[in-house]
């Protein structure tokens, strides 16, 4: 298993400001993701983040607004560019110890106002 | 595509009824399925998996067997409690290279006492 923890834990933001999310966990991983979780939604993956690569992003979700740092294989930031309310929602990192079995952190509660 | 499909919510129990949250999945090959919980206010945790058609994954109480025949991996319970109401996601990965995980919609269980 993996204990992950998140800072901030939850944040209101003026919009056009950005904010950024660290993650850090508590053995050395390979691979990270970052999620965003609407309110009442599922989760939708923005990208996965490994160490010593750039991240790879998913449909919708660009490096511009979504940049992402994996200094080491315990640490990774997401930064929430240019914030619009649109960008309210829970971001999660997660990070995966065997195939398909991945452990999340508590979760980062945005508003944007 | 691959494809995760859960019964919709909100399903609403008196407490020591019987659970069932359907969860149905199109994949190609042999998936890894997953149940993932979300308690309130909380990020998700792992609640059980199976990596091979006819197995069981249990925990908690909670079980699900994995029915390759009808692509199922519906979730039970014998007798819910109060503790229980939070959201459910079932999810599958295709443990081939690519190891992300593709979500359901998630199921919000809310057990009355």
């Known amino acids: 298993s993996a204990v992950i923890s998140q800072k901030p834990s939850r944040d209101i933001c003026q919009r056009g400001t950005s904010l950024t999310i660290q993650c850090q966990v508590d053995s050395q991983v390979t691979m990270m993701f970052w999620y965003r979780q609407q309110p009442g939604q599922s989760l939708t993956l923005i990208a996965t983040a490994n160490q010593g690569s750039e991240a790879t992003y998913e449909s919708g979700f660009v490096i511009d607004k979504f940049p992402i740092s994996r200094p080491n294989l315990t640490f990774s930031t997401l930064t929430v560019s240019n914030m619009s309310p649109e960008d309210s929602s829970i971001y999660l990192c997660?990070?995966?110890?065997?195939?398909?079995?991945?452990?999340f952190g508590p979760g980062t509660r945005l508003l944007v106002l | 595509g691959d494809s995760v499909t859960q019964m919709e919510g909100p399903v609403t129990l008196s407490e020591e009824a019987f659970l069932t949250i359907n969860c149905t999945y199109t994949?190609?090959?042999?998936?890894?399925l997953f149940w993932y919980v979300q308690y309130p206010g909380e990020g998700l945790q792992l609640l059980l998996k199976?990596?091979?058609a006819d197995d069981k994954g249990s925990n908690k109480g909670f079980e699900a067997t994995y029915r390759k025949e009808t692509t199922s991996f519906h979730l039970e319970k014998g007798s819910v409690q109060v503790s229980d109401s939070a959201v459910y996601f079932c999810a599958l990965s295709r443990g081939d290279s690519n190891y992300q995980l593709i979500w359901g919609a998630g199921t919000k269980l809310i057990i009355k006492p």
């Open positions: 199976a990596t091979k």
């Open positions: 997660s990070v995966e110890t065997r195939p398909g079995t991945q452990y």
């Open positions: 994949a190609t090959g042999y998936p890894s």
